[in-house]
């Protein structure tokens, strides 16, 4: 059975950090693309970042040079580093698994991050 475990959300200043963690449990961590996704209120859940089992990664234009993706393959665990955090930052983040193209896909229940002004 798969699990994904997301820590680290809170409440922090605008240009404050976090640190968010995803352990993953479960047949799917080394074969898959892990990523960090968010929703806002009255928004659709969208990409912040992800990064391959090779090491490749992707964010969203809003949050490159502020945040950094990273995996540690041999704990399951893949991890977000958020810096120069924003109001616009604020969301619920997600945990996501895939891997065959989305044919498996897996998310955590996610943790709230709220950055105030």
């Known amino acids: 059975q798969v699990q994904l475990v997301e820590s680290g959300g809170g409440v922090v200043q605008a240009g404050g950090s976090l640190r968010l963690s995803c352990a993953a449990s479960?047949?799917?961590?080394?074969?898959?693309?892990m990523g960090w996704y968010r929703q806002a209120p009255g928004k659709r859940r969208g990409l912040v970042a992800d990064i391959t089992k090779d090491g490749s990664i992707n964010y969203v234009d809003s949050v490159r040079g502020r945040f950094t993706i990273s995996r540690d393959n041999a704990k399951n665990t893949v991890s977000l580093q958020m810096n120069s955090l924003k109001p616009e930052d604020t969301a619920v983040y997600y945990c996501?698994?895939?891997?065959?193209?989305?044919?498996?896909?897996?998310w955590g229940k996610g943790t709230l991050v709220t950055v105030s002004s």
């Open positions: 996501n698994a895939n891997r065959r193209g989305w044919l498996e896909a897996y």
């Open positions: 479960g047949d799917i961590f080394s074969s898959s693309v």
